[in-house]
T-cell receptor, first 111, second 116 residues
Framework: DAKTTQPNSMESNEEEPVHLPCNHS???????IHWYRQLPSQGPEYVIH???SNVNNRMASLAIAEDRKSSTLILHRATLRDAAVYYC????????????FGTGTKLQVIP | GAVVSQHPSRVICKSGTSVKIECRSL??????MFWYRQFPKQSLMLMAT?????????EQGVEKDKFLINHASLTLSTLTVTSAHPEDSSFYIC????????????FGPGTRLTVT
């Protein structure tokens, strides 16, 4: 499995934008970049995914580098409910593809 | 988004007993289900992958005779922890993948197992 590298933790002030980086230098051409987040004592929640182009949804935006070796999850206005561990994951495109979790980034939101 | 449920959400059992955890996809057919284990302050660790009607594929180091997985239908998979011991106490999470969007995985809320 291609690996991802994320900072262990980050802090953000409430109502401020947050940029969560992820490096994936060994990504293959068919790997999608997925982001999940996990609130305490809950299962992971899908946030967003993309292949090459930047993506937006109601939860976040995903900015993907042109060489695809890194990506950034953008939360436009952090709220206290966004405090969670954010996982950046690479996943193949077809059929059964297992998701392997790295250590993720623990985001702390300061009121 | 798609919904995956787990039952029970919490279970306490005595050492040596077996515990069954159910994972259901509520509004889609899950061709593949995954089982994870998560210890406190650690990331999720994939235990096994099951395809409906087939035997589960276990990750290295996971005992298949201890963690029995059954995926008998497109909406239900079960994980049975046999002869549980305190070191099996953990947070067990399932996830499901459908045919329509195989690139998306939907996770259950998790089951907290405590073995006394």
């Amino acid at each position: 499995d291609a690996k991802t590298t994320q900072p262990n933790s980050m802090e953000s002030n409430e109502e401020e934008p947050v940029h969560l980086p992820c490096n994936h230098s060994t990504i293959s051409g068919t790997d999608y970049i997925h982001w999940y987040r996990q609130l305490p004592s809950q299962g992971p929640e899908y946030v967003i995914h993309g292949l090459t182009s930047n993506v937006n949804n109601r939860m976040a935006s995903l900015a993907i580098a042109e060489d695809r070796k890194s990506s950034t999850l953008i939360l436009h206005r952090a709220t206290l409910r966004d405090a969670a561990v954010y996982y950046c994951i690479l996943r193949g495109s077809g059929g059964y593809q297992k998701v392997t979790f790295g250590t993720g980034t623990k985001l702390q939101v300061i009121p | 988004g798609a919904v995956v449920s787990q039952h029970p959400s919490r279970v306490i059992c005595k050492s040596g007993t077996s515990v069954k955890i159910e994972c259901r996809s509520l509004d889609f057919q899950a061709t593949t289900m995954f089982w994870y284990r998560q210890f406190p302050k650690q990331s999720l660790m994939l235990m096994a992958t099951s395809n409906e009607g087939s035997k589960a594929t276990y990750e290295q180091g996971v005992e298949k005779d201890k963690f029995l997985i059954n995926h008998a239908s497109l909406t239900l998979s079960t994980l049975t922890v046999t002869s549980a011991h305190p070191e099996d106490s953990s947070f067990y999470i399932c996830s499901a993948q459908g045919q329509v969007k195989p690139y998306e995985q939907y996770f259950g809320p998790g089951t907290r197992l405590t073995v006394t």
